[in-house]
């Protein structure tokens, strides 16, 4: 099948687990009865984007939050790219991980922010992930019954190996969970994402958090799909919306074919290599 339809929920922060599995609930209700395949959810969606907040509602992988996710897909048949939580492992290290469900609920993709958001710009945003977070080191791809995908988290845009590697690896669909700010957001927010999808000719879906003007870190919103010519399919505003867009995977082989950058890569004078 080559055509898909991706619901993006641009949702407030819930860190009410009864009432995030509500609201869950609801919106894959809607996913579906608008015959969405995939459900997207922003970065950090149960968790306030703050580094004191990571370590009080990081959970395991398996966690209460993990366990609705993974029903929510079972229960409507969908794929869930289940945004950002805060996860901890065995020793007590806490990663920012988006996970990924396939309709029968079952754990398909995870990966670890790879690149840790640790900036100061003059008069604007100051963000110190790395005060509690750990990197992850694996470049995500998976399977589905479409085609083969990708994961990264926010920050991870700004890093073209880590797009060109999933590119690599037969990626045309590239999920990011992210929350840019009010700083960084204007700046560089669809620049980045159409740039990505245009050096790698991949289809790229950007899932913010809805803006929440008293939170201490205030998101950009603008959720976005970018296709592999580079062009803006759906961008939304800052508020909460539920946001259906439609993907034609050929596409992502019609611009491979006609301007075929991924051939055309010199390895012979140059190479990127995953360790
Ligand atoms: N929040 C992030 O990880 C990234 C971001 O806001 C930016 O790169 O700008």
Redesign the pocket.
């Known amino acids: 099948m080559t055509v898909l339809r991706i619901a993006q929920a641009q949702m407030p922060v819930y860190t009410d687990i009864k009432q995030l599995a509500g609201v869950l609930k609801t919106l894959a209700e809607q996913a579906v009865q608008e015959k969405a395949s995939f459900l997207t959810l922003p ?1 950090m969606f149960c968790c306030p ?1 703050d580094v004191s907040s990571f370590p009080v509602y990081a959970e395991p992988q398996g966690g209460p939050v993990w366990q609705i996710c993974s029903d929510i897909a079972r229960s409507f048949h969908i794929y869930l790219s289940a945004g950002t939580m805060p996860e901890q492992d065995e020793n007590r290290r806490i990663y ?1 991980t988006a996970y990924v469900f396939d309709q029968d609920g079952r754990q398909i993709a995870k990966h670890r ?1 790879m ?3 640790d ?1 100061n710009v003059e008069d604007g ?1 100051y ?1 110190q ?1 790395s005060a509690v977070l750990t990197a992850g080191n694996k470049v995500t791809t998976f399977e589905t019954g479409f085609c083969t995908m990708g994961l990264a ?6 890093f073209p190996e880590l797009f060109r590697l999933m590119a690599l690896k037969n990626a045309r669909v590239i999920f990011v969970p ?4 009010m ?3 204007p ?3 669809e620049l ?1 994402f159409r740039s990505q999808a245009v050096s790698n000719q991949v289809f790229i879906v950007g899932t913010a958090p809805a803006r929440d003007i008293n939170s201490s ?1 205030i998101s ?1 919103g603008h959720s976005i799909v970018t296709d592999p010519w580079g062009n803006v399919l759906s961008s939304m505003e800052a508020g909460t919306e539920l946001r259906i867009t439609e993907i034609n995977l050929e596409e992502c082989s019609r611009a491979r074919e006609q301007i075929p950058v991924l051939r055309h890569r010199r390895e012979d004078v140059y190479t990127l290599k995953e360790r």
């Open positions: 970065e984007y920012n922010k690149h840790l958001f900036i945003q963000f992930e988290v926010c920050y991870d845009i700004r992210a929350s840019f700010n700083t960084t957001g700046m560089h927010w980045l870190y950009w």
